[in-house]
Every structure is written in structure tokens, then in C-alpha cells.
């Protein structure tokens, strides 16, 4: 039975003789899957590279591929999409600039380094889809927000639960409750 199609009302349930928890079940898991797509969706970045969707990983992969390290390209992503310094960029995912110029000639990223890397990454591509492009995301990760108590959302999120505040504040915007 299609979503638009499901009874209203409880009385309407029995007499399709349908047990309530099922239909209501079914909408919880209709709107987990459009939410689930609509934060999966791949596309061509502002500078043609199409890269990997740190967005659309699941807990599990993220994890593994964080513990593993994650490829050096990383930053340089991250660094295109918010327009960033290599001085900008080592204090956003707080790594000594020697060392930062280091890394980058390297494979792969230790994997504390990785973490706050995926966090900056998943942020700005959660972001870019929210506000509508990458220009938006990187203007509004840079400006001082009275959110944030007047700091920009990047300064937040340096740490996790500052990246944990930021993706809150990105899903209020996403539904239209004001912030």
C-alpha cells in the first residue's frame, strides 16, 4: 500500500483489518528511506572532481576507514571546496603546519588525523547539500553565527562535540525551525 494510501485513522485500519503498529511502521521506514537518500546523493563538485561522499557513510565504514587512515586527498578536498590556507587548513584539523606540507606527499593520514578530517569533510558536504551548493556551504562555514555563540561553524567544529553542534544546527535549517 502506497504511502498516500494508508488510512488515516485507527478505524479506518480495522476495517482493512491492518494491525496499526504495521502501517505506522511503514511511514517511520518511508521517511528513514527518503532521509537516507536524500543524504547519499553523489555529485560533481565545484571544481569537476567527483570524489568520495564522506556524507553517505554508515557509522561502521566510517569508522573502519577512519581507523585505517584515510587517503591524503582528503585535505586537499577539503581545502578546495572552503577555499582554505595550508595555514587555514592545519588549524582546522589541527595539524602543525610542517607537519601538514609533510603529509601531503604522503599516502595516507594517521588515523586521529583522519577522524578530524572526516568531520570536516561530512560537515561541509552536509552543508553544501542543505544550502543548496558548495558556494553557500563554504560562505556559511566561514561566517560568525549567533548560534554558535558568534563563532563560525568551521571554529566549532574542531572538536566533536562542536561538529556535533553544527550538524544539529545544519538539520534545524534543513526543516525550517528557526535558529
Known amino acids: 500500500m502506497a504511502f498516500h494510501e494508508q488510512p488515516l485513522c485507527r478505524h479506518d485500519m480495522k476495517k482493512r483489518k491492518e494491525d496499526p503498529g504495521d502501517a505506522k511502521k511503514a ?17 560533481v563538485h565545484r571544481t569537476g572532481e567527483v570524489g568520495e561522499i564522506y556524507s553517505a557513510w554508515d557509522l561502521k565504514t566510517a569508522a573502519t576507514r577512519v581507523s585505517e587512515g584515510l587517503p ?3 585535505l586537499d578536498t577539503i581545502q578546495r571546496r572552503l577555499d582554505l590556507s595550508n595555514s587555514e587548513l592545519a588549524h582546522l584539523v ?3 603546519p610542517r607537519t601538514l606540507t609533510r603529509r601531503k606527499h604522503e ?3 594517521p588515523p586521529d588525523e583522519s577522524e578530524r578530517a ?5 560537515l561541509t558536504e552536509i552543508a553544501a547539500e542543505v544550502l543548496g551548493n558548495e558556494e553557500e556551504a563554504e560562505a556559511w562555514m566561514k561566517e560568525p ?14 572538536s566533536e562535540p562542536g561538529a556535533t553542534l553544527v550538524e544539529r544546527l545544519l538539520g534545524q535549517i534543513e526543516h525550517g525551525i528557526p535558529v
Open 118 to 122: 572526516y568531520r570536516v569533510a561530512r
Open 107 to 109: 599516502e595516507r593520514l
Open 145 to 158: 553565527n549567533f548560534a554558535l555563540g558568534e563563532q563560525t561553524p568551521l571554529e566549532t567544529a574542531r
Open 27 to 43: 511511514r517511520v521506514r518511508e521517511g528513514a528511506e527518503a532521509y537516507s537518500v536524500s543524504h547519499r546523493r553523489a555529485g
Open 94 to 96: 589541527l595539524i602543525p
Open 72 to 74: 591524503v586527498h582528503v
